[in-house]
């Protein structure tokens, strides 16, 4: 099986270098691995750190685009350049733990689903501030109620599917309300969503978190219009 790993990129400048390496560096038995960068137009240091960086370029390749449109564009410029059985999105902070694929992949090779989410909220986590869990679980009700989701954790940044199910559904979203289009679009599709558990590290504004409530608004939007068109 080929795994395909989608890293969407935009002014990371701090982290890229080692998320990047710890990528490169999960080893998964009996799984052949792609990592696609996905450059959404850095302005600062991002893309001389991705050039720079020692790496086998027979197994990562790097897409730049001119102009910063957004994660969900990056998101869908990289899977243009997929070849992999297996899709994970991988963000380019160092707030998730690449050595979570195995866990995150296993529903798959097991059979038991062709989704995998990984909730940051199925265990307890106390550096969670207390606006992003408020955040979370009203968006993530309003796409239970709308779409019969189930989930604990529908902004999660690791979506884990097979190429079938990203060849089922057409994404239009540019900004972080792809993560709700994507979700209501699987599930719409009929596919369910395996949730398994998984570890965050929380930054904060400072340390260059982007999300603010203006995409709140757009998640609620981009979710009514999934379902109302």
Not at 44 to 60: G, P
Not at 116 to 127: I, W
Request: with cysteine; charged share 25%; proline share 3%.
């Amino acid at each position: 099986m080929k795994l395909s790993v989608i890293i969407p990129v935009y002014n990371e400048e701090s982290t890229i270098a080692e998320v990047i390496r710890r990528v490169e560096n999960v080893t998964i038995e009996g799984v052949e691995k792609e990592i696609i960068v996905a450059d959404d137009g850095s302005t600062d240091q991002t893309s001389s750190i991705i050039a720079n960086t020692q790496r086998d370029e027979s197994i990562i390749k790097v897409h730049t685009s001119l102009i910063n449109l957004g994660k969900g564009a990056a998101v869908r410029f990289g899977l243009e350049y997929a070849t992999g059985d297996v899709i994970i999105i991988q963000d380019a902070d160092l707030e998730l733990n690449p050595e979570e694929y195995v866990k995150l992949l296993e529903p798959i090779l097991n059979g038991q689903s062709d989704v995998v989410y990984g909730s940051r909220f199925m265990q307890r986590n106390p550096n969670i501030p207390i606006i992003t869990r408020i955040a979370n679980r009203f968006l993530t009700l309003l796409g239970n109620i709308i779409f019969s989701g189930g989930l604990t954790d529908m902004e999660t940044a690791y979506k884990v599917f097979r190429r079938s199910v990203a060849n089922q559904i057409s994404l239009r979203s540019v900004g972080f309300e792809f993560d709700a289009e994507i979700t209501a679009k699987i599930l719409l599709a009929g596919n369910k969503i395996y949730e398994v558990p998984i570890t965050y590290n929380p930054r904060s504004k400072i340390e260059g978190k982007k999300l603010s409530w203006k995409d709140g608004v757009k998640t609620i939007y981009i979710l009514l219009k999934c379902k109302f068109g």
